[in-house]
């Protein structure tokens, strides 16, 4: 049976690890398929730099074929790492600086793979065999170095991933087929570097090839990539909720797209909480609002995290974008505050209406009643209304009304209800005000409101007179009705008496206190 060409396995595993990156690309199976193509894509170059390497027999061409690969070998672990820690929520280490420090012994190998011949730090020797495929090989320093490192990431990236797989023992079985892949793949590579002449093909790239083939179908197959882990997969990530976790000195050290774009313009990871949220007690913030630096008003929820121990370990914020809810609270809030003041408002006047009146009269009189607490009401009647409406017009006697009820708003003293009680009646409730108090508070606004000067259509000044009743409650009085009832009597005792004028009833006693001159 003839041999198998020596290039034929690079050739499948060239294949294979094409067709697996193109499937991650194109079908986006999971969260981290970017890195997971990537890698794919890396392990597809290894294998066909190495598919090369068999097909020329030139020392020279072989060299710059090897030093093709190490574009491959030395992105391929660092590949891996990343979708480990894409996956696992670790995120931070795949910006800025961190990220940079992943690279950095991979491109220091790089430039030293390109310009070996000036100080042989990745090999000392590349020397052919006679009658073999391979070459001999003698490695300088610092290919342990990126050599210790790659093993680094690839046990580091399986860790990290068993760690998080193991938390559901439904896909533990098909875990442990896909962690065996990088294990195979260290062991096959530490047997050809330590002993090349029993394994003249460096299996690496090809073992490779299939490791990554097998971790795709098996994700595919159970869907691990979905399902785990509900707390940094593809949940969070989607979430319109801002999610920010907080360690125990108050720094971020994560936050899901949707916080990011709350939080703007400050870049919340690596900041801490106060520079985004302003000073904020955390064991006291749940359900609160605050203003973020974009503008926008979140409410928060906070959650602690504890280690195994129980001890804080940090807190998780979930932000809530509530800005446009509690502006349409607000504007419900006016609407309905404007509602309840036109129910209550007389419109001509801008008093309270009578409904009004009725209302802070039966509370006043609970109130002065249980605590015994005087209470007093003002009845005031504008004289002669229907002369006015007949000889002026009822526009003009409408701007009487409406400048009356603007001079007693003016007038009252505050906590005093001024109301329309109808037609041309005004009133005032008195709370806290005795009898001979509201009497002074009757002669100031007999006196202020008469004064006022009016004008009608033509423009011609006149004025209007009043007729006010005043009563206080008394221990007789067995409802509110029985108080406005003394002050209607006064007030048509006034009237009776020839009207502009001031009553108070003292009992059944009605006393004219002021009157025109």
């Not at 998080?164 to 793949?185: D, E, K, N």
């Not at 009269?361 to 002669?384: F, K, N, S, Y």
Request: proline residues 5%; glycine residues 8%; neutral net charge.
């Amino acid at each position: 049976m003839p041999a198998l060409p020596l290039w034929l396995p690079s050739l499948c595993g060239t294949l294979i690890a094409l067709s697996f990156a193109i499937y991650c690309w194109r079908g986006r199976p999971w969260r981290s398929w970017r890195y997971t193509a990537l890698f794919g894509g890396s392990v597809a170059w290894w294998c066909a730099g190495q598919f090369g390497w068999y097909l020329t027999e030139d020392l020279d061409a072989r060299l710059w074929m090897g030093r093709l690969q190490y574009l491959a070998i030395t992105s391929a672990p660092v590949l891996w790492l990343m979708v480990a820690l894409d996956y696992t929520g670790r995120r931070a280490w795949l910006a800025g600086w961190r990220r940079l420090a992943l690279l950095a012994i991979p491109a220091a190998t790089l430039v030293l793979v390109f310009t070996n011949e000036w100080h042989g730090l990745i090999w000392q020797r590349f020397d052919p065999i006679p009658g073999q495929a391979r070459v001999a090989i003698r490695y300088g320093a610092w290919f342990a170095v990126h050599a210790g490192y790659s093993y680094l990431l690839v046990v580091a990236a399986s860790t990290m991933l068993a760690v998080r797989f193991a938390t559901s023992s439904l896909y533990r079985p098909s875990v442990v087929a896909v962690l065996m892949a990088p294990v195979l793949i260290l062991v096959a590579n530490l047997l050809h570097v330590l002993d090349p002449s029993r394994m003249p093909i460096d299996p690496t790239p090809t073992s490779l090839a299939v490791g990554f083939a097998l971790m795709v179908w098996a994700i595919s197959r159970h869907q691990l990539f979905h399902l785990l882990p509900v707390a940094r997969g593809v949940t969070v990530e989607s979430l319109s909720e801002g999610v920010v976790v907080v360690d125990p000195a108050g720094r971020v050290v994560d936050a899901n797209p949707a916080a990011v774009a709350l939080l703007g313009p400050v870049q919340p990871v690596g900041a801490r909480l106060e520079e985004l949220l302003g000073p904020v007690d955390l064991a006291a913030t749940e359900g609160r609002d605050v203003e973020v630096g974009s503008g926008r008003r979140v409410e928060l929820r906070v959650s602690p995290v504890r280690d195994d121990g129980g001890a804080a370990a940090g807190h998780v914020l979930l932000l809530r974008d509530v800005t446009a809810e509690r502006a349409a609270q607000e504007a419900l809030q006016a609407a309905y505050r404007e509602l309840e003041r036109l129910a209550n408002t007389d419109p001509l006047t801008g008093l309270a209406n009578r409904r009004q009146l009725m209302s802070r009269l039966d509370d006043e009189w609970a109130r002065a009643t249980r605590h015994g607490r005087p209470l007093a009401v003002i009845l005031l009647d504008v004289d002669h209304f229907k002369r006015v409406n007949d000889e002026r017009g009822h526009l003009t006697g409408d701007r009487v009304l409406e400048r009356l009820g603007r001079e007693l708003l003016r007038e009252r003293r505050p906590g005093d209800v001024a109301a329309r009680y109808g037609g041309e009646e005004l009133a005032v409730l008195l709370p806290d005000t005795d009898r001979a108090a509201a009497r002074q508070v009757a002669l100031r606004l007999w006196g202020a409101l008469r004064a006022v000067e009016q004008t009608d259509e033509t423009g011609a000044a006149f004025r209007v007179t009043l007729s006010l009743g005043v009563a206080a409650a008394e221990a007789t009085d067995g409802a509110p009705r029985d108080l406005l009832a003394r002050a209607d009597a006064a007030l048509y005792a006034v009237k009776g008496g020839g009207r502009d004028g001031v009553a108070v009833a003292d009992g059944e006693r009605l006393e004219r206190v002021a009157a025109r001159a």
